[in-house]
């Protein structure tokens, strides 16, 4: 089974993937200067590479799936301008090369990592800046460690468990995985890596999108495969989160969404709105869940805003 959209529709998706290539290449060719911040640290097994430029208050930033710390280049100036930024990838992103992976990843073992990653930086209390996969690795990490996270900000975290109790999100959270995730993950267990990302391409911005891409942007994807692979074939990637872990939390958060981002997004997205009630949110007009590559200047802004008052 596959997303079928109306022959305008995928038009504009083509496009919307084509803009978002060119985004990311550039994103990522400006991040050839800042080669030489780049450092890397061992913890928990595994090697995670990192950039860090600026000073003062720490703030971190997690990248999101098929992405890594260049996800983060057109951020560096901005934010590193008056904190001490960190912009790390994730255990199985590039340029880490750390072995094959356990049946059981998940966002609980990159929350365990990034604990471990700020007790080697020495790092005690920390802004969190976390997008997709790396916003939910944040809200774990945030409700097992509340003390050392200054402020949150989450751009759209996938925590999928909550669908079944949303009106709606079961149907949603049965489409995502029988169009894309399960897919994905079979065709990984076939050694099938391309078609992998092509069904997770059909999924997110319409049929075919992924033939239509440069080959600067599939390098990209490919680069971060073992993450996906490392998800996609996982016993348990979404592990569930508490509501009242989430509830409880007591700590500065910002909730940024893209205005048409996909349905069980939205979705999650809402229910955050109503467990977090004094969270402050953020709409990015015309943005889809690819927010930060689309309208990095909106997103950067707001999250710069965010933190100036934090």
Same mark, same amino acid.
């Given at each position: 089974?596959?997303?079928? $959209?109306? %022959?305008?529709?995928?038009?504009?998706?083509? $496009?919307?993937?084509?803009f978002l290539s060119a985004g990311l290449v550039a994103q990522q060719?400006?991040?050839?200067?800042?080669?030489?911040?780049? /450092?890397?640290?061992?913890?928990?097994?595994?090697?995670?590479?990192?950039?860090?430029?600026?000073?003062? +208050?720490?703030?971190?930033?997690?990248?999101?799936?098929?992405?890594?710390?260049?996800?983060?280049?057109?951020? =560096?100036?901005? =934010?590193?301008?008056?904190?001490?930024?960190?912009?790390?990838?994730?255990?199985?992103?590039?340029?880490?090369?750390?072995?094959?992976?356990?049946?059981d990843h998940s966002a609980i073992v990159e929350a365990r990592d990034?604990?471990?990653?700020?007790?080697?930086l020495k790092l005690q209390r920390v802004h969190i800046v976390g997008?997709?996969?790396?916003?939910? %690795?944040?809200?774990?990490? !945030? %409700?097992?460690?509340?003390?050392?996270?200054?402020?949150? *900000?989450?751009?759209?975290?996938?925590?999928?468990?909550?669908?079944?109790?949303?009106?709606?999100?079961?149907?949603?959270?049965?489409?995502? +995985?029988?169009?894309?995730?399960?897919?994905?993950?079979?065709?990984?267990?076939?050694?099938?890596?391309?078609?992998?990302?092509?069904?997770?391409?059909?999924?997110?911005?319409?049929?075919?999108?992924?033939?239509?891409?440069? !080959?600067?942007?599939?390098?990209?994807? +490919?680069?971060?495969?073992?993450?996906? /692979?490392?998800?996609?074939?996982?016993?348990? !990637?979404?592990?569930?989160?508490?509501?009242?872990?989430?509830?409880?939390?007591?700590?500065?958060?910002? $909730?940024?969404?893209?205005?048409? %981002?996909?349905?069980?997004?939205?979705?999650? &997205?809402?229910?955050? &709105?109503?467990?977090?009630?004094?969270?402050?949110?953020? *709409?990015?007009?015309?943005?889809?869940?690819?927010?930060? =590559?689309?309208?990095?200047?909106?997103?950067?802004?707001?999250?710069?805003?965010?933190?100036?008052?934090?």
């Open positions: 089974m596959s997303v079928k $959209l109306p %022959t305008r529709q995928l038009m504009g998706s083509l $496009l919307l993937l084509s060719r400006d991040g050839e200067r800042f080669s030489a911040l780049i /450092k890397n640290v061992r913890v928990n097994g595994v090697e995670l590479h990192y950039l860090e430029k600026g000073s003062g +208050m720490p703030v971190v930033l997690i990248h999101g799936g098929l992405g890594d710390y260049r996800e983060w280049n057109s951020q =560096i100036e901005r =934010i590193g301008g008056h904190y001490r930024v960190i912009a790390y990838s994730r255990r199985y992103n590039y340029p880490n090369n750390n072995a094959e992976v356990p049946p990034l604990a471990a990653l700020l007790d080697a997008y997709s996969y790396g916003a939910l %690795t944040a809200l774990f990490f !945030a %409700t097992e460690h509340p003390e050392r996270v200054r402020s949150l *900000t989450m751009a759209e975290p996938p925590i999928l468990g909550w669908l079944s109790e949303i009106p709606g999100g079961q149907t949603e959270l049965d489409k995502f +995985m029988q169009t894309m995730w399960r897919p994905a993950g079979e065709a990984f267990r076939r050694d099938d890596p391309e078609t992998a990302l092509r069904v997770t391409c059909d999924y997110f911005s319409g049929k075919g999108s992924y033939d239509q891409v440069s !080959a600067e942007f599939r390098q990209s994807l +490919m680069d971060n495969i073992r993450e996906w /692979k490392a998800l996609t074939t996982s016993r348990d !990637a979404f592990p569930m989160l508490s509501r009242d872990a989430v509830r409880n939390l007591k700590l500065p958060i910002l $909730l940024l969404t893209g205005e048409k %981002t996909l349905t069980p997004l939205r979705m999650i &997205n809402d229910a955050l &709105n109503h467990l977090l009630p004094n969270a402050e949110q953020a *709409t990015i007009p015309g943005a889809t869940h690819d927010m930060w =590559i689309e309208d990095p200047e909106r997103c950067g802004q707001a999250t710069a805003n965010f933190l100036a008052k934090h």
